[in-house]
């Protein structure tokens, strides 16, 4: 477990950033809502995006199809409504297949950011299976076609004005440490620095923020109890069981050095998003008041207390 947080300090002779309170934003997953069929119980977009509202935060990323409504303007509508800016949205597109295009999803997914002013596009390289538990293995053509894809889509999107972010993750093409240093190596496209995504697959996000600073584009807030995301490296526990199983913890209660990350990104420029993303999983409804919310103020008031005194609300 981490220790008590650090407030940001700014660099002298730099101006000031823009207050960290201002940049947090919400995701979905933190509230059990996932695109992986079978995952739990699904809270209604209504609940979810009021207790985000009641907590303060600024903004929030879209969520899986079928979350928001899917017209751009009537999405946008709707996040208006409960005062929340949108972020951005959480992509996984098959990106290794000779035979498959990435581009029309990718299209469709950069219409819906643009009608609702987001500007980024967090991309996972997914296996085209369902679910995070099962990925094959990745020869040199396939590796080929997935950075050729990856620059491809990257290059389309800042056409837009949009960021694409490649977003390693647990059960897709790029989970391991030696599939995020390919995927530096093999191009220039931007990281989703995910803390819990990378810890559980062996990467440890400090590190990578030293390493690589300039390559972070977007970044999602986990603490993880890295015991359990050992089991599920090893094959011993099963992705979606061990998220249900609490894989995922509130900020300064696992084994992400939050503490030294947030600060640690802010000197090295990082203007970005802090998108707190707690994965869990539902077997029913809350009672009103309790629930994933719970978690979610809890990491919140860590994040918050890395604000350096005296900097302004904004």
């Given amino acids: ?124 390289a997914a296996t085209g299976r369902d679910g995070y538990e099962q990925r094959p293995a990745l020869d040199a053509a396939g590796w080929h076609t997935l950075l050729a894809n990856l620059a491809g889509i990257v290059a389309l999107a800042a056409a837009e004005g949009v960021t694409a972010a490649l977003h390693p993750h647990i059960g897709t093409m790029v989970e391991r440490p030696e599939e995020v240093r390919r995927v530096l ?28 600073a300039d390559r972070i584009a977007h970044v999602h807030l986990k603490d993880v109890d890295a015991g359990a995301a050992a089991r599920v490296r090893s094959g011993e526990v099963g992705y979606a069981a061990a998220v249900a199983a609490g894989l995922y913890r509130p900020l300064g209660q696992g084994d992400v050095d939050i503490a030294v990350l947030v600060p640690l990104l802010e000197r090295s420029g990082y203007r970005g998003w802090y998108v707190m993303e707690q994965d869990t999983v539902l077997t029913g409804e809350p009672a009103p008041g309790t629930g994933p919310v719970a978690d979610v103020r809890t990491g919140l008031d860590y994040l918050l207390a890395l604000e350096p005194e005296g900097t302004p609300a904004g």
């Fill in 1 to 124: 477990m981490t220790g008590q947080p650090t407030a940001v300090q700014p660099t002298p002779g730099q101006p000031a950033p823009t207050p960290l309170r201002a940049r947090i934003a919400a995701a979905p997953i933190s509230w059990g809502v996932c695109e992986v069929p079978g995952w739990g119980h699904q809270l209604s977009a209504g609940r979810v995006l009021a207790e985000m509202a009641g907590l303060g935060l600024a903004a929030t990323e879209f969520g899986p199809d079928g979350f928001l409504p899917a017209d751009p303007a009537e999405r946008a509508a709707t996040l208006r409504s409960y005062g929340l800016a949108a972020v951005g949205g959480f992509v996984p597109v098959v990106l290794h297949e000779p035979g498959h295009d990435p581009l029309p999803a990718v299209r469709t997914a950069l219409r819906a950011l643009a009608g609702c002013g987001a500007r980024t596009l967090v991309l996972a």
């Fill in 185 to 212: 190596d093999g191009g220039d496209a931007p990281l989703c620095l995910d803390t819990g995504h990378l810890l559980a697959g062996g990467t440890d996000p400090v590190d990578l923020a030293r390493r690589a």
